[in-house]
């Protein structure tokens, strides 16, 4: 696990860059056993088309560039492609979006993606603070993290009855707990999560600065969860400081 991860962190570090792209970010986790999508990166064309062959239309498209961090911005972010014919046409698009947004940037390929069937959606992240160390926040995504903050923190490592705590403890539980009806979410596949970010983290906390999924779709009981976008910030190499 650490040495897979290791590999991706150590290539990223080497080209200079302390910000992981969501295809290399996607690789950490996917070392420690977080569920990624099946995408595949294309650096042409004609990979572009035989990927979503292969994965099965349609397909999201995601450029890949270590000065595009922020992909909606930049609008290079395209969904629900149903045809190869529409696919060259956006291969197209997505590379002028990205030259408009930013003519210097370094395009790494094109992520070809499945379009994904929506879930619950969750946020899991990373932050180090100087005094303590790293700590997991959990909560609710859209909404409830950006207007009403209902998020949670643990200091890394944390136990699976610190994962249970952190999910019943948002304001927002009932949701997942199954409010009005609805069919409650895989709570055990959120706590699977907590507890290998944490993980992640406690082995690799001398790279990791920052880390952020966002976001997570978490679907009914049973059925797991399926990290959607992906993003980690490592720390400056020491002889740099």
Do not use: C
């Amino acid at each position: 696990m650490k040495d897979e991860a290791l590999k991706v962190i150590e290539e990223v570090l080497k080209s200079g860059r302390t910000a992981l792209v969501e295809y290399e970010a996607k690789q950490v986790l996917k070392a420690y056993g977080l569920p990624v999508p099946e995408e595949k990166l294309a650096k042409t064309l004609d990979e572009a088309l035989k990927y979503a062959e292969e994965i099965g239309y349609p397909v999201a498209m995601k450029l890949m560039s270590p000065q595009i961090l922020h992909k909606s911005d930049a609008k290079v972010v395209l969904l629900n492609i149903k045809t190869p014919e529409e696919l060259k046409e956006k291969w197209e698009i997505i590379h002028e979006n990205a030259r408009k947004y930013r003519p210097d940037a370094e395009i790494l390929g094109v992520l070809i993606a499945p379009m994904l069937k929506p879930g619950r959606e969750i946020i899991i992240g990373v932050t180090e603070d100087p005094q303590f160390g790293h700590a997991i926040m959990f909560g609710l995504g859209g909404i409830f993290v950006e207007v009403l903050k209902d998020v949670t923190f643990r200091l890394v490592p944390i136990t699976e009855n610190d994962a249970r705590k952190m999910i019943r403890e948002i304001k927002s539980y009932p949701i997942l707990a199954g409010a009005r009806g609805e069919e409650p979410a895989d709570i055990d596949a959120i706590v699977d999560l907590l507890l290998k970010v944490s993980q992640l983290v406690d082995e690799l906390r001398e790279y990791v600065k920052e880390m952020d999924l966002n976001p997570v779709f978490v679907y009914e009981q049973g059925k797991g969860a399926v990290v959607v976008d992906a993003r980690i910030i490592l720390k400056e190499p020491v002889e740099k400081k």
